[in-house]
């Protein structure tokens, strides 16, 4: 089953799954955001829009998604919103992302490397198409490089058909984000929010 079929499915029920378990995991990553006025902003992997009841004011967003059906919900929510937060929502792949190089001053990837098949890929997509200097800001499950976690990574490749997976190494998707041989990001900080140090937030600066 591809990606785009399972969160079809899955599409329904998502917010209850979630919602209450990543509230306040999203608050804290994108608080670090700061002032956000006249930047313009690439939610990637935006799914049903948890994120944009918590996105600050005075930026212009962009989400994008493949999944259709997640996007209707994301749509849905914005609609439900009166802050007058807007955010343009595409159908879009983020591990071909369709923007051009350096179109973006940050990039936010809440829930989506650990997703994606190809989570090298989507990091890669995001640095091309920030600004140098700019910042992605991560939110994710993560195993520590040499962690056994025998159960964890026996479950991934069944789970990573359905949802998500759970074996992927953080430090092994930055390591392959490289341009001629040099890396293209540097790590700002990176700090356990949940479950022992699985789930952390994660902030990259574009070199």
Request: positive net charge; contains cysteine.
């Amino acid at each position: 089953m591809s990606l785009r079929q399972s969160y079809t499915l899955l599409a329904p029920i998502y917010d209850l799954m979630v919602r209450r378990a990543t509230h306040g995991l999203r608050k804290r990553s994108l608080d670090r955001l700061g002032d956000v006025t006249g930047q313009t902003i690439l939610v990637a992997g935006i799914g049903s829009g948890l994120d944009i009841p918590l996105l600050p004011s005075g930026a212009n967003y962009i989400g994008v998604d493949i999944t259709l059906a997640m996007l209707r919900q994301a749509r849905a929510l914005q609609a439900r919103q009166h802050q007058g937060l807007r955010v343009a929502l595409h159908v879009g792949d983020a591990m071909a992302l369709p923007y051009p190089a350096q179109a973006f001053d940050t990039v936010i990837m809440h829930l989506i490397l650990a997703v994606v098949p190809h989570p090298e890929r989507a990091l890669a997509e995001a640095a091309r198409v920030l600004k140098p200097g700019g910042h992605i800001l991560i939110l994710d499950k993560f195993l520590q490089r040499g962690q056994h976690a025998p159960f964890r990574r026996w479950l991934s490749p069944l789970l990573g058909q359905i949802a998500t997976r759970t074996d992927v190494v953080f430090e092994d998707v930055l390591a392959a984000c490289q341009q001629s041989g040099k890396p293209l990001l540097s790590v700002v900080s990176d700090a356990p929010v949940l479950a022992q140090g699985w789930f952390r937030n994660i902030l990259l600066k574009k070199l």
